[in-house]
């Protein structure tokens, strides 16, 4: 282990619990191109820590992201404005949209804040589904309106619409 980095490794499926921190493939990019899929988060040259998390038989990947000014994060550090963001969760049909040659590294304090949290951030995505829901249902609210249209689960309302 290198100092200043735990390194869990995606490609061997060494999970915590029932989370595991993976990259996203190009054949996810290839499929959601930014063209037409403007709120996901496309980073290609430094992408994202994803957080594999599954919710109802529905597979999750949820980016760990800095600069986050909104309520819709499980912070791994506050201070910093960094955390998991629920806003841009994608939905992955299957581990073939996963890209097992990188290996992601968190640094350790990132990686403390999430350590045995997988409950907490398991009920903290379905919650945030619930609340993208009852926006959606209701677009007359300008707070509901600036929800869904920054929240990439716009892209998945079919994959999403059997989560309670």
Same mark, same amino acid.
């Given at each position: 282990?290198?100092?200043?980095?735990?390194?869990?490794?995606?490609?061997?499926n060494?999970?915590?619990?029932?989370?595991?921190?993976?990259f996203?493939?190009?054949?996810?990019?290839r499929?959601?191109?930014?063209?037409?899929?403007?709120?996901?988060?496309?980073?290609?040259? $430094?992408p !994202? #820590? @994803?957080?594999?998390?599954?919710?109802?038989?529905?597979?999750?990947?949820?980016?760990? /992201?800095s600069?986050?000014?909104?309520?819709?994060?499980?912070?791994?550090?506050?201070?910093?404005?960094?955390?998991?963001?629920?806003?841009?969760?994608?939905?992955?049909?299957?581990?073939?949209?996963?890209?097992?040659?990188?290996?992601?590294?968190?640094r350790?304090?990132?990686?403390?804040?999430?350590?045995?949290?997988?409950?907490m951030?398991?009920r903290?995505? $379905?919650? !945030? #589904? @619930?609340k993208?829901?009852?926006?959606?249902?209701?677009?007359?609210?300008?707070?509901? /309106?600036?929800?869904?249209?920054?929240?990439?689960?716009?892209?998945?309302?079919?994959?999403?619409?059997?989560?309670?």
């Amino acid at each position: 282990m290198n100092r200043g980095y735990l390194c869990l490794y995606a490609k061997e499926n060494e999970m915590i619990g029932n989370k595991r921190f993976i990259f996203l493939a190009e054949k996810f990019y290839r499929q959601y191109p930014a063209e037409q899929y403007p709120e996901l988060e496309q980073k290609r040259d $430094r992408p !994202y #820590i @994803q957080i594999w998390v599954t919710i109802d038989g529905v597979n999750f990947a949820i980016p760990l /992201r800095s600069s986050i000014h909104h309520p819709f994060v499980f912070w791994t550090d506050e201070e910093r404005h960094c955390g998991v963001d629920f806003s841009k969760a994608v939905v992955l049909p299957d581990e073939s949209y996963i890209n097992e040659s990188i290996t992601p590294h968190l640094r350790d304090n990132e990686f403390a804040a999430l350590y045995n949290k997988d409950y907490m951030i398991e009920r903290q995505m $379905r919650r !945030y #589904i @619930q609340k993208y829901k009852r926006a959606k249902a209701n677009l007359q609210k300008p707070f509901n /309106r600036k929800l869904v249209s920054f929240s990439t689960l716009q892209y998945f309302e079919e994959e999403i619409a059997n989560i309670n």
